[in-house]
């Protein structure tokens, strides 16, 4: 189990900007065979969103255990205090079972779930390796 002090994302990765090619990656390819990001509609930062989204990427990622999430400084401390009532990113890596990373620049609106080598920088390498959660759009 890695630690908050590892960076298994590449911590010069633009995370706002890989964010808004994750978000729109879907709309571009309708209905084509294209592969793509998994897109989930979360209603609000929580265990059952975290694991909504961890269910997805498991089913669509070829190896579900390299997944890592990515969260903003703001959800990881939301999580952290109110959801499960734990003092740190480290508990919150034992509770999720997988690597959490934190990130400063990641849009609040927004947390990832992908293989470390699912992205390089901004670009985007293996959409199946990647699920984005999209929080508080009501669907």
Same mark, same amino acid.
């Given at each position: 189990? &890695?630690? +908050? ?5 590449? =911590?010069? !990765?633009?995370? @706002? $900007? ?10 571009? =390819?309708? &209905? ?11 209603? $609000?930062? %929580? =265990?059952? +969103?975290? +694991? ?6 498991? %089913?669509?990622? +070829?190896?579900?255990?390299d997944l890592v999430f990515v969260l903003s400084?703001? %959800?990881?401390?939301?999580? !952290?205090? #109110? @959801?499960?009532?734990?003092?740190? /990113?480290? $508990?919150? @890596?034992?509770?999720? &079972? #997988?690597? /959490? ?8 609106? !927004? ?7 699912? /992205?390089?920088? $901004?670009?985007? #390498?293996?959409?199946?390796?990647? =699920?984005?959660?999209?929080?508080? !759009?009501g669907g």
């Amino acid at each position: 189990m &890695g630690s +908050s002090h590892d960076t298994p994302i590449d =911590a010069s !990765t633009d995370f @706002e $900007e890989l964010s808004a090619r994750l978000r729109t990656q879907s709309e571009k =390819a309708p &209905g084509s065979d294209t592969a793509r990001v998994t897109i989930r509609s979360l209603e $609000e930062i %929580n =265990a059952d +969103s975290l +694991s909504e989204l961890l269910e997805a990427g498991e %089913n669509d990622a +070829s190896d579900p255990s390299d997944l890592v999430f990515v969260l903003s400084r703001t %959800n990881a401390e939301l999580l !952290t205090k #109110r @959801e499960f009532d734990i003092d740190d /990113v480290d $508990e919150l @890596e034992d509770v999720l &079972g #997988r690597t /959490v990373q934190v990130e400063d620049g990641m849009p609040d609106d !927004t947390i990832l779930l992908l293989a470390p080598d699912a /992205v390089d920088g $901004e670009e985007i #390498r293996d959409p199946d390796a990647i =699920a984005c959660g999209i929080v508080g !759009t009501g669907g």
